[in-house]
């Protein structure tokens, strides 16, 4: 599933690729993509005419502002968007093509359609779901230390879970989650009310490191991820634990373990994160 660096990469490509473009039709072919309003014809109705002004990323998801809506766009877990011109013939997968006045189409390919599509009017859409319940963004100056630890500090389930949870912070899925606890030395199965002052301030700040280094890559292309307009991001080759299972840890040599915690699989470090007591955590001299 993307995370925030893929859909910002997607979110940028796509501000190169349609903003401007008027909409002259849209065609569903999959319903089941279109979440609001509650028929396929009424969305595509009520786009029609209107220009995409620009987009924006709320967390994982996409949201296409146009004058007077905004379609808000979550990909999931195989979603991708492309242009084409108009008398390309669609791939298979095609669910949703928004047609251009200028002869060009922005195409919604889904190959487990999954991905949803929302339409509201302007403002409306942080109201309501899905975007009303949207935790911190990581990038933006509201995620400061304070913020995360007033967030999640006094909860006693697993760290990993907790940086999961969109409605904390948004965007961590769980590759950056692996990468970030890895950076802090902070093993995922911790509790939040376990960690150290000292270990709050290095997830904070691996937690922005990751992504700020992830979205200037490109974002990773694990599996079938790419971006808007079919390229492939390239962060997965600066990836320090995640899908590295058995390889050499990158601080010290020691194999990288898989684990499965809250029901995802975990690449963790055991003697770089370790899990017992904070005490050794606090202790130990990592410094990345
Ligand atoms: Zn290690």
Redesign the pocket.
């Known amino acids: 599933m993307p995370e925030l660096p893929e859909v910002e990469t997607v979110k940028r490509t796509l501000n190169e690729l349609i903003t401007g473009k008027r909409i002259r039709s849209v065609t569903v072919k999959l319903p089941r993509i279109i979440q609001r309003p509650a028929e396929p014809e009424q969305f595509a109705d009520a786009l029609a005419g209107h220009t995409i002004q620009s987009v924006e990323r709320r967390g994982k998801f996409l949201r296409i502002l146009l004058d007077g809506l905004v379609l808000v766009s979550h990909l999931r877990m195989e979603g991708r968007y492309g242009v084409y011109a108009a008398d390309e013939p669609a791939e298979l997968h095609t669910h949703v093509i928004f047609h251009f006045d200028d002869d060009t189409e922005l195409r919604y390919k889904d190959v487990r359609q999954f991905g949803t599509m929302h339409l509201f009017m302007p403002g409306e859409e942080l109201e309501l779901p899905p975007l009303n319940k949207l935790g911190i963004e990581p990038l933006e100056p509201e995620f400061t230390l304070e913020a995360l630890r007033g967030k999640l500090a006094h909860r006693t389930s697993k760290i990993k879970p907790l940086l999961l949870n969109q409605e904390y912070i948004v965007g961590l899925g769980n590759i950056y989650v692996d990468e970030a606890l890895f950076q802090a030395g902070i093993h995922p199965e911790r509790t939040a009310d376990s960690l150290a002052k000292a270990e709050w301030e290095r997830l904070h700040e691996s937690i922005r490191a990751t992504l700020e280094r992830a979205v200037a890559a490109g974002g990773s292309s694990v599996k079938s991820y790419v971006n808007g307009q079919g390229e492939m991001g390239m962060f997965q080759h600066q990836l320090l634990v995640y899908g590295r299972k058995d390889e050499p ?1 990158p ?2 040599g ?1 194999p990288i373990h898989k684990s499965v915690v809250g029901g995802r699989g975990t690449h963790t ?1 055991p ?2 994160q370790p899990l017992k007591a904070a005490r050794a955590a606090n202790k130990s001299k990592r410094a990345t």
Request: hydrophobic share 0%; aromatic share 0%.
């Open positions: 840890c601080s010290c020691r470090c003697h770089c």
